[in-house]
């Protein structure tokens, strides 16, 4: 079975829509313009009037990303060698017990997608009703094993703790327990994933602090695309919060988190900026 399987050839049926994430975060059914134009959503409230339509794309987004984690978990179970530490033959060689870890991760992620689709269901949604954007299985590409790890665990599966909570508290506030424990459920499965991308970095980069470095810039460069616009910050009309205390669980420091959050300020000062300018050359 080859190694480094490509995106392009994931296994979709024809009820998938693929697209690049700039298309799904830009649908018009879940772009809220009451905020001036292109000023993103803004925080998902039920009093918001396109909350149902927001919720269930973010839902479905959610739905995608587990598949792709199930992928990319399953990958990381096979396309490096064993190996207790790396060697000049095999750069990429990773302990048994890694792939244990990715394993039971497989199992979560299969649980989050059965979960999700039955969630997506009970919102109202049909597979396929919103787009899929591989980019969490992009990551999970990266040929470098601590690399990938840091890029999908901690990067993109913090994200999913944010995520994660901020739709669980709006299942709270919306009055719907069933979306609420879902997510509730997921999200503990998560932290696990994330700490288990924490305590690998720091295992695998033990004695070997250039390769630490390379990992956590990588983690930054990923943090850094996923910001979109400030999509994901600290300020009342974020869409998504910066769940610090379940990040703390999953090994985050405050320098890393309060990094994150400064990250957000500018991707979001960025797009103010983009937006006044474009306002400004408009005939
Ligand atoms: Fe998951
Ligand atoms: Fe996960």
Redesign the pocket.
């Known amino acids: 079975m080859r190694k480094i399987f490509p995106p392009d050839d994931l296994a979709r049926d024809e009820r998938f829509h693929r697209v690049h994430l700039v298309e799904r975060m830009t649908d018009g059914r879940s772009a809220d313009n009451s905020r001036g134009p292109g000023r993103g959503p803004g925080r998902l409230t039920p009093a918001r009037a396109d909350a149902p339509d927001a919720a269930r794309a973010l839902m479905h987004g ?1 739905f995608t ?2 598949i792709q ?2 992928e990319g978990a399953g990958r990381t179970c096979w396309d490096f060698p064993i190996g207790a530490k790396p060697t000049e033959e095999e750069p990429d060689a990773v302990p048994f017990e890694l792939k244990l870890d990715m394993a039971r ?1 497989c199992w ?2 299969a649980r ?2 059965e979960i999700s689709v039955r969630l997506s269901e009970w919102m109202g949604t049909e597979i396929g009703e919103f787009s899929e954007s591989p980019f969490l299985y992009e990551a999970a590409c990266n040929t470098d094993p601590v690399l990938r790890l840091t890029g999908v665990n901690r990067a993109l ?1 913090g994200l ?1 703790i944010d995520v994660f909570n901020t739709m669980r508290e709006f299942g709270d506030a919306a009055g719907d327990p069933v979306l609420e424990f879902c997510e509730d459920w ?1 999200l503990a ?2 932290v696990t ?1 994330v700490k288990m991308g924490s305590d690998w970095l720091r295992r695998l980069t033990a004695t070997d602090p250039e390769r630490q470095a390379r990992a956590l810039e990588f983690q930054k460069v990923v943090d850094k695309l996923f910001s979109l616009g400030g999509f994901r910050g600290e300020d009342d009309d974020s869409p998504v919060r910066l769940a610090r205390r379940f990040r703390e669980l999953a090994g985050f420091d405050t320098d890393e988190m309060d990094e994150l959050a400064e990250i957000s300020r500018s991707a979001r000062d960025e797009a103010d900026r983009i937006r006044q300018e474009s306002a400004a050359e408009a005939p």
Do not use: R, S, T, W
């Open positions: 959610i990303g587990e984690a199930l991760q979560d992620e989050h997608c599966e999913a997921m499965d998560e994933h």
